[in-house]
């Protein structure tokens, strides 16, 4: 395991119909930092990060967290190892209230358990009471508790992404993967959300590995960025020698207008 890396990616593979998508891929992510994975469409990124989450299974490689392998774990099983992630696309219980959508991410939730409810319920209760509190206090670190009675329906899809931070979270992750969190997001809410990811590494120690298009989030966020193209890894480094590296350029930024 590199030294001091809370995820290590060595070596992963992922094939499509003879076409590989992520192509003997490796990088590490250092905890309390903030790691940016970019590259152009059909790079791999999504890719890779389906199989870093245990929604896909790579053909080869190792995914390690905090030094144990977890590339064969079911995503509810990395998620209970420290691994939360959020979707391109957020996702919330539409019909259930903005509170409640955060509740039920709550790391053993008592109603996960029916016999733990019964049998405990005084203990069910007080679980239940601290869940909310926490929930309402990550509804208002992201200003969304004036909406924490309203369906989650009826929330803006910048604020339903500010919804899935929240539930992210409230499941208490030691390293939080966000696919593109900005994506469709609002330039207020996108500045809001972005003061949120800062605030969570700089005063709360936690670490993030993100993918994201918007390339002033990743120059300004990032400690460190890592490149793919054509399913394979073609740099990494800080903001500054990711800008200057000609592979780069080449592969994406020169790319863009």
Avoid: W
Wanted: proline fraction near 4%; charged fraction near 25%; glycine fraction near 10%.
């Amino acid at each position: 395991m590199s030294a001091g890396a809370i995820l290590e990616v060595r070596g992963v593979v992922r094939s499509f119909g003879g076409v590989r998508a992520v192509d003997g891929a490796s990088f590490a992510v250092a905890p309390n930092s903030i790691t940016s994975l970019i590259g152009p469409n059909g790079a791999g990124k999504s890719t890779l990060f389906n199989i870093i989450s245990g929604f896909l299974r790579g053909e080869a490689g190792v995914v390690l967290l905090m030094g144990r392998e977890i590339q064969h774990l079911a995503p509810h099983r990395i998620v209970g190892a420290g691994l939360v992630r959020t979707f391109q696309t957020a996702r919330a219980l539409s019909r259930l209230s903005v509170l409640d959508n955060v509740v039920l991410a709550a790391a053993g939730h008592p109603g996960e358990r029916l016999s733990g409810v019964l049998l405990r319920r005084r203990a069910a209760r007080e679980c239940e009471r601290d869940a909310r509190e926490r929930a309402s206090e990550l509804l208002r670190l992201v200003r969304l508790d004036r909406h924490a009675g309203d369906l989650a329906g009826t929330l803006s899809g910048g604020q339903r992404k500010l919804l899935d931070f929240a539930r992210a979270l409230m499941a208490e992750p030691r390293i939080l993967l966000l696919d593109e969190p900005m994506a469709g997001v609002s330039p207020p809410l996108r500045a809001q959300l972005l003061e949120h990811i800062l605030h969570q590494r700089d005063e709360l120690g936690m670490t993030f590995l993100l993918v994201e298009h918007d390339l002033d989030v990743v120059m300004r966020a990032s400690d460190r960025i890592v490149v793919m193209s054509a399913g394979a890894v073609i740099a990494e480094g800080t903001p500054g020698e990711i800008r200057g590296d000609q592979r780069v350029v080449d592969a994406y930024l020169g790319s863009r207008p």
